[in-house]
T-cell receptor
Framework: AQTVTQSQPEMSVQEAETVTLSCTYD???????LFWYKQPPSRQMILVIR??????QNATENRFSVNFQKAAKSFSLKISDSQLGDTAMYFC?????????????????FGQGTILTVHP | AAGVIQSPRHLIKEKRETATLKCYPI?????VYWYQQGPGQDPQFLIS???????DKGSIPDRFSAQQFSDYHSELNMSSLELGDSALYFC??????????????FGDGTRLSIL
């Protein structure tokens, strides 16, 4: 079974600064997908960024980028130019794609979450 | 764009009662997932359906059942409710999750409170 660990229960950053959230995972799979989801106080689950394990290039989405280290099984999220609206719980998630028989369709395994607070 | 619709948004029940949560996936999405998020916890996978067939099962209690209907909407039925069932229940949908990777889109959740 896969496990996802986020070792930082809480983080804080000043507005306009940069912050990095850590995530490690454990799996014996070679092909998989990793995600960062954001959950603001409204409790919605919003996809921030995704990374395919077979791609060496780190994914970027505007102010959000990842540092994917496959050998180390590490997947950190960097938020640049932090904004007040970035305040939220951030979850790292792992997904194994469909198995050979096509019977397993991509459930997400989440880490424990990191509460990020952006201060003005 | 259309999103995943969950109903009701809030539900209050008493112990030993039953509850039914509904999920309407994004049009043309063929896979539905249910997750349970307890207070201060990460979401836990319960069950998923692909093309109206159960495709995977997680830590779903035997008191819970779910199904996906011909119009692809899904219902999570919960019986003999317990205080520990109080949680936020998310439904998510995706398209061809097992082949070309498509991210899961989440609904706003149903907050279930057991008194």
């Amino acid at each position: 079974a896969q496990t996802v660990t986020q070792s930082q229960p809480e983080m804080s950053v000043q507005e306009a600064e940069t912050v990095t959230l850590s995530c490690t995972y454990d799996t014996s799979e070679n092909n998989y997908y990793l995600f960062w989801y954001k959950q603001p106080p409204s409790r919605q689950m919003i996809l921030v960024i995704r990374q395919e394990a077979y791609k060496q290039q780190n994914a970027t989405e505007n102010r959000f980028s990842v540092n994917f280290q496959k050998a180390a099984k590490s997947f950190s999220l960097k938020i640049s130019d932090s904004q007040l609206g970035d305040t939220a719980m951030y979850f790292c998630a792992f997904m194994k794609p469909s198995n050979a028989g096509g019977t397993s369709y991509g459930k997400l395994t989440f880490g424990q979450g990191t509460i990020l607070t952006v201060h003005p | 764009a259309a999103g995943v619709i969950q109903s009701p948004r809030h539900l209050i029940k008493e112990k030993r009662e039953t509850a039914t949560l509904k999920c309407y996936p994004i049009p043309r999405h063929d896979t539905v997932y249910w997750y349970q998020q307890g207070p201060g916890q990460d979401p836990q996978f319960l069950i998923s359906f692909y093309e109206k067939m159960q495709s995977d099962k997680g830590s779903i209690p035997d008191r819970f059942s779910a199904q996906q209907f011909s119009d692809y909407h899904s219902e999570l039925n919960m019986s003999s409710l317990e205080l520990g069932d109080s949680a936020l229940y998310f439904c998510a949908s995706s398209l061809k999750a097992g082949t070309a990777i498509q991210p899961q889109h989440f609904g706003d959740g149903t907050r279930l409170s057991i008194l």
